[in-house]
DNA sequence: CGTTGACGTTTCAAGCTTAAAGTTTTAACC
DNA sequence: GGTTAAAACTTTAAGCTTGAAACGTCAACG
């Protein structure tokens, strides 16, 4: 469930008094719900069209530009997502031959994960329809508003990591 | 993995070429670890000080102005998932003895689902941290800008609507 | 009354996700 | 060289989530 009210106007909300009272809370819902929309919809498609998920793709993703490989904590650091997580994504990605997992000389804790080129010609494909479906999704919005988004968001970023340190 | 990248900027993108070269892509992943960020805060925070689920909450917060109770559908349609989910997270509400469920005598295919006055003890009490989880994490954003990013994304959630029916 | 299609929910398999425990390895220290 | 704490990853249990199949119920129709 990802905390998403389908009219967040006019839907419960999770605050005694209702959201047109809270507006930190509308923008809140508001926020969730356009991007609970969308990545639905990415999943969606990715199952249906692709037979591969979210994670996967977001895995291939990260190391798509590195040609040497990532380690495992530095996947799971840049996806944000636990080292377990990583684990079992990885696992699967490795069955399907899309990535290759090593273990490097100097510290043999550590595994490598590298792109195959398998899997990269499976990303590139991939990568190219996903690519189209973010720009119909968002083809409603004037250049100038998306902008505009994009640097209020800078400031939502920067106040959520300010206030992650209260 | 909720798809966030660590950093946007700098990471790795899902598209051949990079996010430089494409503005709803960036726009998007930044969409995205906005919302992945404040989301898993607030699920941490509910575990760890409620032992309680976001998605448990979202049933809690939809049923709360329903003193007549909601239907499985009714909920599955408002929070925006799947029939199954609401019957798995409803069931180990029930055991909780935080909401009730009954049979309506007009339809018995139907589960009608009310809270209970233990669930909305808990509710209330949770609700009001949640709030100020909220407020917390948009205290650095000015009021002008929270309100035009609120308008903003109506912008998104309609781009989002029409481009669904394509 | 019997048939049939649709409704509403539950069950299921598969995948994701977390936090914590477990295991192996590394490196600092004495 | 032995001890110890930390690192890196895997495993585990628990919960969430989907889409489809299964099941019981309802209502329209002949």
């Not at 793709?57 to 636990?82: H, I, T, W, Y």
């Not at 990535?99 to 494909?125: C, L, N, W, Y």
Request: charged share 25%.
């Amino acid at each position: 469930m990802a905390t998403a009210i389908q009219t967040d106007e006019e839907g419960p909300v999770r605050s005694p008094g209702g959201s047109a009272a809270n507006p930190s809370l509308r923008l809140w819902l508001r926020l969730l719900s356009c991007t609970t929309i969308a990545e639905k919809r990415l999943r969606r498609r990715l199952a249906e069209q692709f037979d591969t998920t979210l994670p996967r793709f977001d895995v291939l993703a990260a190391l798509e530009r590195e040609p040497a490989g990532l380690a495992m904590s530095e996947l799971s650091q840049r996806l944000l997502v636990s080292n377990g997580n990583v684990t079992a994504v990885v696992q699967q990605l490795a069955r399907l031959g899309h990535v290759s997992v090593s273990k490097p000389e100097h510290d043999r804790r550590s595994s490598i994960v590298s792109m195959t080129d398998q899997g990269r010609a499976h990303f590139d494909m991939v990568a190219r329809e996903h690519h189209g479906w973010i720009e119909q999704m968002f083809a409603g919005v004037r250049a100038a508003d998306r902008d505009q988004l994009y640097a209020l968001l800078a400031v939502v970023r920067t106040s959520l990591d300010q206030s992650e340190e209260c």
